[in-house]
Nanobody, 126 residues
Framework: QVQLVESGGGLVQAGGSLRLSCAAS????????MAWFRRAPGKEREFVAG????????RYSDSVKGRFTLSRDNAKNTVYLQMNSLKPEDTAAYYC???????????????????WGQGTQVTVSS
């Protein structure tokens, strides 16, 4: 079992920045990819960014590429999503997720992830 706790959400003006954190506890001795998904009101949950266990490979959705940066610190069992140049369309509940896979794998499909955090709200005002 893995427990994931997100933090760092809030209200920000368009063009601003936020950094989300996700701390993992429990089965952290195994290798696992981490990802962020988001769900905007009235929409399906979508992949935002993912990172391999090693941190060597990251994947981003086209909508956030160049604005968001995902990193991880395995010594702290924590991943960080730096979000810059935020837009109103980034408003959503953001969820981190863990996927126990080999260290060079990161997937973008929601069904691949077995463990989820409770979510943190990001609201971008225009």
């Amino acid at each position: 079992q893995v427990q994931l706790v997100e933090s760092g959400g809030g209200l920000v003006q368009a063009g601003g920045s936020l950094r989300l954190s996700c701390a993992a506890s429990g089965r952290t001795y195994s290798t696992y990819a981490m990802a962020w998904f988001r769900r905007a009101p009235g929409k399906e949950r979508e992949f935002v960014a993912g990172i391999t266990w090693s941190g060597a490979v990251t994947r981003y959705s086209d909508s956030v590429k160049g604005r968001f940066t995902l990193s991880r610190d395995n010594a702290k069992n924590t991943v960080y999503l730096q979000m810059n140049s935020l837009k109103p369309e980034d408003t959503a509940a953001y969820y981190c997720a863990a996927d126990f896979v080999p260290p060079n794998i990161v997937r973008s499909t929601e069904s691949s992830y077995d463990y989820w955090g409770q979510g943190t709200q990001v609201t971008v005002s225009s």
